[in-house]
Each structure stands twice: as structure tokens, then as C-alpha cells.
């Protein structure tokens, strides 16, 4: 490349180096008990997908299944399942989504933690005023953006990936996981 | 570089320095995407197109665009530029490109010059996030000082609209971007002669694919034609030229880069002279493009 001035990729170069920005919100204790306060142990119960198992799931949800390993942990008081917590990610727009869901033994919602954020905009969907349109979801639902779930201006593939994503849960439940 | 010129450039470089960044992106160099920025949303780009190598002699160009974004609502924004040309060639007398013995882009010159000032605005009709196809509309308007191609000063008009297509798959990871495009010019050169018009219909498509946390790898390419209205002259179909190249992308919560590369694949022959199967005399053998955008 010929002649092409240097000086002008100053200006360019400077942009380079950024400050960095605290975007990890939650531990994931912290996000157990922000959801299940109630609870008095969560044990670790991963779970490992066959290939039958993620194909349904996205048969069921209408979206992919990543992951052959989900991590999962049952909720418990004074010994009896109170409720599935479970850490999940999903593409956001530059970088992986990660939140956590609690999902009642019935198959419903309980709370939904964002626990590490990374996009420009879309920052209201840690907000409480969000995540709580997705409290109390089940299958039943419609899962549509500006539906059922609002949408957040500049942030749309956040809202719709983490909306989604707690879709597929829900089906992971029913597929993978037991009633007690 | 005139002072002009260097008030401008000194005036965005501090612009750049001295406020945190944030993001929009454009995924490709050249193809846009249909997403719109948020109301209130602001943001600044920076953009350097070089243009390198005609059928003779040294030609190389720099286009130069600074532009301010702002979000008017959740789908409608508006643009301003301001855009500068540096030139570097030696073409001679015989020129770097046209008929051997009626050469254009005579001479030498190696200058950077402000050139004018866009307009623009975008309308985002249907989201690719919740509509699944992203569908937008794009108008821009340019004023002109200095041609593009050889440097010389004069008045130009430019109008330019787009329909954008965007079209996310696996969660958004793979994007495809489509433009259709036409653009309508008048240049009238410094000093007197008469105005030539020209309309130039375009279609550019391309894809982008993130591999890892922040980076995105594409391609992209467009075919466009232009047809011309000469100085006392009629209505003639010009030109035809087609360019591809890859591109590389990174995107984070503060800022973005791309980068792309692109070559002249084909394109009608600008003499009878010369059969290399490349327009050489409006386009080059390949441009290289880098795209800087923060958001406020």
C-alpha cells in the first residue's frame, strides 16, 4: 500500500486502548440467594445433554441448545426441592450473556439474576422492572418481544436471546431434569 | 495539509482522545446493517478509505469522513459529515488511466483538502432482532469542493438512498447484510465548463460471523454501474465494476474497529485501449477501508 499517511491513523490508534469497565454483577452465590432466599443449601447437580436431549429441546424452545453441559443446582430446604437454579448464557452482541434462573418445581419462573453484562446498551435488562416480566413464565406463555416481554431500545438481541434463553430452560426442565 | 484541513482533523483526534467511548457497529466496512441507534443514543466515526493503483503510473487516495450520529428516536437518526481527500499520484503526462493517447488523471498532486459536508438520516422500518428481517431506509445528501478522483477543485452535489437488509441466524452470531442502493451526482469543475450528472445504481451484500468473544470475521463485495451525463454531451452508460475482499471486525462495550479489505474483481475496461477486464479510470485496482465508531 502506497503513500498512505500514517498521521492519520493517530486519532485511530488512540481508541485503541480504553478503560476497562466492572461489567460481573453477580457471584453465582450471590445470584442463588438473590432468587431463592429461602433456600438452605444448593447442591450441585450438572447436567450432561444427550443428543436426543438437546435436539428435542430445540425442537420444543425454537432455538439452539449450545451447550452438552448445563449447570444446575437444586434448591433445597430442610431437605425437600424447593426449585431448580440454573446458570446460563446466550450470545449478546458482542460478547456471551451470562444469568441465572430459578424454575420452580412446576415448571414456572421464579427470578432471573443477570450476573455478567458486557454490551453498550441494554443495561436496564438487570434492572428489576425487567426481569420481573419474566417472572412466573411457563411453556404456556408467548415468549414475544414487546408481547409479553417489553424490548429495550439498542439492546433488542439482549432482550430477545435472554428472553429465549429462558424459554429453553423452562424445556430443559421438563426434558432433563426431575419433578423432585 | 491546509489548516483548514488540520483544524478538522486536530478537532476529531481530541474529540476521540478526551471522551470514553462506547458502541454501534458496523459489522462490515462497506455493506450497512439495519439497526438504528437508540433515542438520545449518540455516536462519532471515523473513517479512512485508501484507494490504491490505476492502470498507470503511482495513483494512491485517501478518503477521509469524520461523522457525528445521533438517535432522533428508537428508530430514526440523523448524520453529519464532514469529508477530506488526500491525494499522492505522479500519472504523468500519458495519465494513470484512460485511452494511451488521451490519458486522464494527468499530472501530480499530493495534497490533503477538506472537501464538504453530508447529511444523512436513517429509518429503521422493521427490526432483525424482533421482525427477523431488519428493513431500513437511507438518505444522504453530500456537497462537494474537491473530485474525488483527481483532486481538482469545483461543485458537487450528491443524493444518495439505500434499502438495507439485515438478516441475523444462530442467535445473531451470523449476521447477513444486503444493500440496494442508487446515487444521483452533478460536478461542475472550478474555473468554468458545464456540469456533468451521473446516476450510479448499486447492490452490496456480505456476511459476518463472530468466532470468538468481541471478533468478527466477514466478507463482503458489490457490483454497481454508472450511467453518465458528460458536459455537452447525452445520456451513456459508463461503467461497470465489481469488488470483493474480506473483513475483519471488533467489537466491544466501549468501542469498534473494522477493517476490509477489497479488490476489483471485474469491471468494464475504461478505453478501448486497455483490455484488462478492470475499470480503472473511476475505481482502482482495490481499496482498504478502516471504520472507527464510539458512542457518547
Given at each position: 500500500m502506497r503513500d498512505f499517511a500514517p498521521l492519520l491513523i493517530i486519532p485511530a490508534a488512540a481508541l485503541v486502548v480504553g478503560p476497562a469497565h466492572a461489567?460481573?454483577?453477580?457471584?453465582i452465590e450471590q445470584a442463588q440467594k438473590a432468587i431463592f432466599p429461602e433456600a438452605d443449601s444448593f447442591i450441585a447437580a450438572p447436567v450432561l445433554l444427550s443428543k436426543e436431549q438437546r435436539e428435542a429441546i430445540e425442537d420444543r424452545a425454537g432455538v439452539k441448545q449450545r451447550w452438552e453441559k448445563q449447570d444446575v443446582w437444586r434448591a433445597e430446604k430442610n431437605g425437600e426441592l424447593i426449585g431448580w437454579f440454573i446458570v446460563d448464557n446466550v450470545v449478546g452482541k458482542h460478547e456471551f450473556i451470562t444469568y441465572a434462573v430459578g424454575l420452580l418445581p412446576e415448571g414456572k419462573v421464579k427470578g432471573v439474576e443477570v450476573m455478567v453484562f458486557k454490551e453498550?446498551?441494554?443495561?436496564?435488562?438487570?434492572?428489576a422492572s425487567w426481569r420481573k416480566t419474566l417472572e412466573g413464565k411457563t411453556l404456556a406463555d408467548p415468549f414475544k418481544l414487546d408481547k409479553d416481554v417489553p424490548n429495550i431500545s439498542g439492546a433488542t438481541l439482549s432482550c430477545r436471546n435472554v428472553m429465549n434463553g429462558v424459554k429453553r430452560l423452562l424445556v430443559l426442565q421438563q426434558v432433563a431434569l426431575p419433578t423432585r | 495539509m491546509n489548516s483548514l484541513t488540520r483544524l478538522a482533523t486536530t478537532t476529531f483526534a481530541s474529540l476521540m482522545l478526551a471522551t470514553p467511548v462506547l458502541a454501534d457497529e458496523n459489522l462490515l466496512g462497506y455493506t450497512i446493517g439495519a439497526e438504528t441507534l437508540p433515542k438520545g443514543g449518540a455516536e462519532a466515526y471515523l473513517w479512512i478509505t485508501h484507494h490504491g493503483d490505476k492502470r498507470r503510473g503511482s495513483y494512491a487516495a485517501q478518503y477521509l469522513r469524520a461523522e457525528y450520529e445521533y438517535g432522533l428516536s428508537d428508530r430514526t437518526s440523523v448524520s453529519a459529515y464532514l469529508n477530506a481527500y488526500r491525494h499522492a499520484y505522479d500519472c504523468g503526462e500519458e495519465g494513470c488511466a484512460g485511452p494511451l493517447d488521451e490519458g486522464e488523471i494527468t499530472g501530480s498532486l499530493h495534497k490533503t483538502q477538506l472537501s464538504g459536508f453530508s447529511l444523512e438520516t436513517k429509518h429503521m422500518?422493521?427490526?432483525?432482532?424482533?421482525?427477523d428481517l431488519g428493513l431500513a431506509l437511507y438518505g444522504e445528501v453530500t456537497y462537494d469542493?474537491?473530485?474525488?478522483?483527481?483532486g481538482e477543485k469545483g461543485t458537487g452535489f450528491e443524493l444518495e438512498g439505500k434499502v438495507i437488509f439485515q438478516k441475523p441466524y444462530m442467535d445473531g452470531q451470523l449476521q447477513w447484510l444486503s444493500n440496494i442502493e442508487i446515487e444521483a451526482e452533478s460536478w461542475k469543475p472550478e474555473g468554468g465548463g458545464n456540469t456533468e450528472y451521473s446516476i450510479a445504481p448499486r447492490f452490496r451484500t456480505g456476511v459476518a460471523y463472530r468466532f470468538a468473544p468481541n471478533w468478527f470475521v466477514g466478507a463482503e463485495g458489490w457490483i454497481d454501474a454508472e450511467i453518465l451525463n458528460p458536459a455537452n454531451g447525452s445520456w451513456e452508460f459508463d461503467h461497470w465494476d465489481l469488488f470483493a475482499g474480506p473483513s475483519l471486525h471488533y467489537g466491544g462495550k466501549d468501542w469498534w474497529a473494522t477493517l476490509t479489505w477489497a479488490t476489483q474483481l471485474a469491471g468494464s475496461d475504461e478505453s478501448n485501449d486497455n483490455s484488462t477486464g478492470r475499470h480503472l479510470a473511476d475505481h482502482e485496482k482495490y481499496e482498504v477501508r478502516l471504520k472507527i465508531g464510539y458512542n457518547f
Open positions: 461489567t460481573e454483577y453477580l457471584s453498550t446498551y441494554g443495561d436496564e435488562i438487570r434492572e | 422500518l422493521l427490526s432483525p432482532y424482533k421482525d469542493t474537491i473530485d474525488s478522483i483527481t
